[in-house]
Every structure is written in C-alpha cells, then in structure tokens.
C-alpha cells in the first residue's frame, strides 16, 4: 500500500512539469524520472502550453535521445522502460537514431552510445545499420584494448604462452614474432634479416587446456554485463591455456562459440529482452563438459530464474558434482554494481558455486587461481 508521500509523488509524475507549483519533488532520483518523462510526454502539452510553464528557461539542458533512453533503461523497470521506448518510437516518432546516419555518426562513441544501439538495431536498416555497426567495432575496440591490457596484467595473464619470456631455448622460440619485430632491418643488399632482437614465449603446457564456458543472459538488465562478456570472451579465445565456449540465453539457447573471436558479431547477433531460462541454458552448458576437472563454467546473470527453480538447483548440483567448478557472477562490468536474486544466489552458493560480482580484471584473477589449484 502507498504511503501518503509515495501516492503524491506518482501522482505527480503522472502530472507532469505543469503541476510543479502545487506538487513539487525532491531533488534526486525522482527528478531524473519527472525529467525523462517530460522529455517524451511533454509532447502532448504542445508548444503553447509548454511556453506558459512559468518554470520553463530555468531547468537542466534538454536530454538527446541517447541520452534519454539511458535514463530510461536506469531509472525504470524493464517492462516500463520497453513501453517508453515504444511509445517514443510509435507515437512520438523519435526516430533520430533509427532513420538518420549522420545524426548517429556524429555522435560520440562510447558504451552509452553502444548500449543504445544494441537496444534499438533490430529497427535500424540499410546505412544506418552500417553506421551503427562501424560504431560498435569502434567502441568494442576500446574496450578490448584497455581489458586485454588488464587481464595481461592479471594473474591469468602469467600463465599466457604469448608472454615474453626470460627462458631462451629453441624450444620456447616465437619465429613469427621475432620475425615480424626485425622486419624493419631486412637487408636487401645481402637478402639477409638481421636480428636485432629475438622472441621467446613463455612456458606452459599447450595440451590439455581448461575449457571456459560463459552462458550470458541476453535479458535487458544485463546490457553491460553481456557487452564486457562479448569481450572478455574475444581475449579468452585468443589465450591458448583455454578453449572457450561462448552461450547467450533467454528462454532459448544459443551456442555463438563460432564468433567467440569476434565480439562485434557476437553483440550484432544478441537479442535483448525476454524471458530468462537459467536451468535449460545451464542444462546446455553442462552438455559441453568433456573434462569436469578442467572445466569452468561462468554464469552471467541476475539470477532471476523464470522456469523451475528446482531444476535450477539441480542442474547446478549436477556441475559441481561432476568436478567441474560453476561461478555465477550476478554482474561482469567495470563498475560491478549487480541488481540480483538474493534467495537463488544464496542457494547455488549453499551448493558449492562461487557467486558474486566481478570486474572482468578480477574475474582472469580468479579464473588462474582455479587453474593452480
């Protein structure tokens, strides 16, 4: 039941900007929702009405539409916040970002901007698709140089063979790097390369690698962690200690292993939204194990389950008494900030699984501390 306060204040909302005198709201939260809406339903007020506000002049700069829809996918729930985007698109006719390219490629790539895209691709066609593509290369790009570098720097990134390496053996010798590197020194005279400096990779075992599964779920709440997923998966396959499997969910399951080195593909392929089956993806995953004892299995999710709980449980109790180790992370972003549940965390965890939230440098951590166990 609403208490006096929180009636008013929907009340409010519903009122729009034009009942500031009489009902006002305190700054934070509650104005960003009032502005988000203004943006979109103030529309229906018109020009004329909108000029005798006697606050208009004095508020914030006006959202873009990119903007705006990151308000919206923050500030409300999924369902309210995929109403508001339909309204916008249907009965607004915000479609700056659907029909308009050079809007879009002026506008500054980041993941705001990519979270944007992704939300929306499925409506953009022809030379705006085009565009948007070329913008998330560009954004995931950064992404992947600055999070290659952390898991370089992580414990994961000892363990990798491309590290160089103080051993300098025949065995251990990297003859395409080393060939690459002193390329600029090839002496056509003489038809002969001179070696400034050789290469020599690190040593470890190239057999019997761990096999990484990441089932990322697709649902809308999890944009970012399905973005840093996407990446961290492209540098995962590119390290030879792992052969890393790649699962999008949401009631379906789908296998992307075919362009886990290809985040750009893997985004363009998702489709956000829907329902979430955790046990029928993990059910899948488990499908995948051929070597419980060097296999990890990384679930990216809220947790929350709309199947059967029980056969989640199951299935998960299943995993872990195979040998193999189940990590549920309830968010895999810089910021690792999760929005989950609490009762299905608490029981996976009560399983044996590790459950929580990481940064995608913390997650190569942890994934080398399992490697040496």
């Known amino acids: 039941m609403l208490t006096d306060g929180a009636a008013l204040n929907r009340w409010r909302l519903i009122l729009g900007k034009n009942a500031e005198q009489r009902i006002g709201l305190e700054a934070g939260r509650l104005t960003r929702m009032d502005d988000a809406l203004e943006f979109l339903y103030g529309r229906e007020a018109g020009q004329e009405v909108r000029e005798r506000n006697p606050e208009g002049g004095h508020e914030d700069s006006q959202l873009t539409v990119a903007q705006w829809l990151s308000e919206v996918r923050c500030l409300f729930p999924q369902e309210t916040a995929e109403i508001l985007q339909r309204h916008a698109l249907d009965r607004y006719q915000l479609t700056e970002l659907l029909t308009d390219r050079e809007i879009l490629e002026k506008m500054e790539p980041n993941q705001a901007l990519l979270e944007t895209i992704l939300s929306l691709k499925q409506m953009m066609k022809g030379p705006v698709l085009d565009a948007a593509r070329r913008i998330v290369s560009q954004v995931v790009a950064q992404l992947m140089e600055k999070m290659r570098t952390d898991v370089s720097r992580s414990a994961l990134g000892k363990l990798d063979r491309n590290s160089q390496s103080n051993v300098r053996s025949l065995r251990n010798l990297d003859i395409r790097r080393t060939i690459r590197k002193n390329l600029a020194h090839y002496d056509q005279q003489t038809r002969r390369l001179m070696l400034e400096r050789v290469y020599f990779n690190g040593r470890i075992k190239r057999y019997n690698p761990w096999r990484v599964i990441l089932a990322v779920d697709e649902s809308g709440s999890m944009l970012s962690s399905v973005i840093h997923s996407a990446v961290m998966a492209g540098i995962f396959a590119k390290l030879p200690m792992l052969d890393t499997r790649l699962v999008i969910f949401d009631t379906n399951v789908v296998d992307l292993s075919g362009y886990v080195d290809d985040p750009v593909e893997t985004l363009m392929s998702i489709q956000l939204g829907g329902g979430t089956d955790i046990a029928k993806a993990l059910g899948y995953c488990e499908s995948l194990i051929t ?76 994934m080398a501390s399992v490697m040496r166990e």
């Open 291 to 366: 070597m419980p004892h060097r296999t990890m299995v990384v679930l990216i999710s809220d947790l929350c389950e709309g199947g059967s709980r029980k056969n989640l449980y199951s299935i998960c109790k299943d995993i872990l008494e195979s040998g193999a180790k189940l990590i549920a992370l309830t968010a895999l972003d810089e910021t690792a900030a999760p929005a989950y549940d609490r009762t299905t965390a608490q029981e996976i965890a009560n399983l044996g699984a590790y459950v929580g939230a990481m940064t995608p440098a913390r997650l190569a951590d942890f």
